[in-house]
Every structure is written in C-alpha cells, then in structure tokens.
C-alpha cells in the first residue's frame, strides 16, 4: 500500500517562499512509469494542478506557475518537495501530493493522495 505524507510549515509570509515536502511509503518515486504531483484547492474553488516530477526525474509545471514553482526529488529519503516562490494571499490553498501514471489525465487517475496540508499566506 503506498502512502503520502505532506508536511511542511502552514503559514507563509506575503513574498516569500512556500516549502512542502512528500514523503512516500510503500513504493519507489523512481518505479516506472509514475508522475508525482502537486494539487492545490483554494478556498471555495476546485482543484488546480501544480506539476510533476516523473520516475525519471522529469519535471512539468503548470503553465500560470511555472515561473515560480520548482519540484525536485531526494530519491534517498523517497521524498518529492514544492517551492513556490513570491507568494500571495491567492496561493492560500489545501496542497496534496499525489500519484498517477497519466500525468496529464483527470484527477480521477491519481490513484494515491496524501491527506493534504492547509497552506495560508499572510502577514
């Protein structure tokens, strides 16, 4: 059974740099052919899809965050962890990690989530 486990601060100052980390159990981050993602649900509105980091190290982001979010791995630790860098009030959100093997499918085809992490951004 794989499990992930986010964790990371919950607050987060206007402009700086929000940091989670991904801890998998129960599987590789680097088994063929699975993609690690970031997902984030505002406040009231539905999901959003951040990016990924593949089995083979291979990242995507979202085209709206991309210059702001880096995904990278520790394949020591089977850790994936998030940056997202100049934040505001609107990147309050539920952050997830979760796993899929169609990384650019509907949300249905993630077949692991974490249980999320409350992120709010305030001063």
């Known amino acids: 059974q794989v499990q992930l486990q986010e964790s990371g601060p919950g607050l987060v100052k206007p402009s700086q740099t929000l940091s989670l980390t991904c801890t998998v159990s129960g599987g590789s981050i680097t088994t063929n052919f699975f993609y690690w993602t970031w997902i984030r649900q505002p406040p009231g509105k539905g999901l959003e899809w951040i990016g990924y980091?593949?089995?083979?190290?291979?990242?995507y982001y979202n085209p709206s965050l991309k210059s702001r979010t880096s995904i990278f791995r520790d394949t020591s630790k089977n850790q994936f962890s998030l940056q997202l860098s100049s934040v505001t009030p609107e990147d309050t959100a539920v952050y997830y990690c979760a796993r899929t093997n169609k990384p650019h499918g509907d949300y249905l085809l993630y077949d692991y989530w974490g249980q999320g992490t409350q992120v709010t951004v305030s001063s």
């Open positions: 980091i593949g089995y083979s190290g291979i990242t």
